[in-house]
Antibody
Framework: QLHLVQSGAEVRDPGASIKVSCKAS????????IHWLRQAPGQGLEWLGYVNPKSGGTNYAEKFQGRVIMTRDASISTVYMELPRLTSEDSAVYFC???????????WGQGTLVAVSS | AIQLTQSPSSLSASVGDRLTITCRAS??????LAWYRQESGKPPKLLIQGASILVSGVPSRFSGSGSGTDFTLTISSLQPEDFATYYCHQYNAYPFTFGPGTKVD
């Protein structure tokens, strides 16, 4: 079974950047990618993109292209999502989640709260 | 992008009730639809994928149906942990999109 553990909550000033980590443990074998999503307070789910932990290949939502950067460190089974030039609209809980083959997203990390405020 | 709508947006129910939530896609997505339950303060939990395939470990009171553009999630007998928000999710095409959610209270 795979478990995903994310880094802790962060507070940033507008214009700053954030880098959230997502570490996989347990059964990390198999072909899968890690997706990043976010959920603003009281809102629904928004997809940001995905990164392949083995190849490093990425696919970003058009809204975030040119801004979000998803990377990985295969040696420690960790992927990262970096978002620069933060605004208050980026305040949200950020989730990582695995997609194994052509399936839904499971499991999910516990979420990382990012608050952008001056 | 493929848009998903859900109905109802919220509903009031009691333990033991049978519930049905619908999800409609703006274009055909075959059976590439998943359902999630999100309890307050927790990440979403995958319940159904492939529109009707129950994920291992998920109670059999959950069932899904549909293909193309119209889908349903049914809970046969509501349990206390089912008071939550439910989201449908299409993975037929990028960008992945989600319905706006149905809150059950």
């Amino acid at each position: 079974q795979l478990h995903l553990v994310q880094s802790g909550a962060e507070v940033r000033d507008p214009g700053a950047s954030i880098k959230v980590s997502c570490k996989a443990s347990g059964d990390t074998s198999g072909v899968y990618v890690i997706h990043w999503l976010r959920q603003a307070p009281g809102q629904g789910l928004e997809w940001l993109g995905y990164v392949n932990p083995k190849s490093g290949g990425t696919n970003y939502a058009e809204k975030f292209q040119g801004r979000v950067i998803m990377t990985r460190d295969a040696s420690i089974s960790t992927v990262y999502m970096e978002l620069p030039r933060l605004t208050s609209e980026d305040s949200a809980v950020y989730f990582c989640a695995r997609r194994y083959g052509s399936t839904g997203l499971d499991p999910w990390g516990q979420g990382t709260l990012v608050a952008v405020s001056s | 992008a493929i848009q998903l709508t859900q109905s109802p947006s919220s509903l009031s129910a009691s333990v033991g009730d049978r519930l049905t939530i619908t999800c409609r896609a703006s274009q055909g997505i075959s059976s590439d639809l998943a359902w999630y339950r999100q309890e307050s303060g927790k990440p979403p939990k995958l319940l159904i994928q492939g529109a009707s395939i129950l994920v291992s470990g998920v109670p059999s009171r959950f069932s899904g149906s549909g293909s193309g553009t119209d889908f349903t999630l049914t809970i046969s007998s509501l349990q206390p942990e089912d008071f939550a928000t439910y989201y449908c999710h299409q993975y037929n095409a990028y960008p992945f999109t989600f319905g706006p959610g149905t809150k059950v209270d």
